[in-house]
């Protein structure tokens, strides 16, 4: 697993460290569920999405940039990633290379 971290991760290839969101609810004190965001450090590789990556998304995903990231962080769908002064949401993401704990995530530029 460390090969393939040191692969992910190496500069030349596309590695860089990058931070994700993700949305948690919880109940109160009064009974209401309040939802905060939690922001957490991560480093794999990031490349612009190809083609054939980028039609497995809904039509309105499909037109916008795209990027690919491989990361042994546990993104999900729907999760914000933060790269490059763009704001991206994970718009699918699968186990990769599940025995090594990797994640495979498509995410869609929301905003610069």
Known sequence: MDDLLDIITDPDLGGCAFEYS??????NEKGRAVQAEQI????????PAPGK????LEDADRLKATILIFTPAPLTAGDRVYHEGGVYRAALAEPWRQHAG???AI???ESQ
């Open 22 to 27: 993700r949305i948690t609810e919880s109940v």
């Open 40 to 47: 957490f450090p991560a480093q794999g590789n990031i490349q």
């Open 53 to 56: 990556e980028r039609e497995v």
């Open 102 to 104: 990797f994640t495979k």
């Open 107 to 109: 995410a869609v530029l």
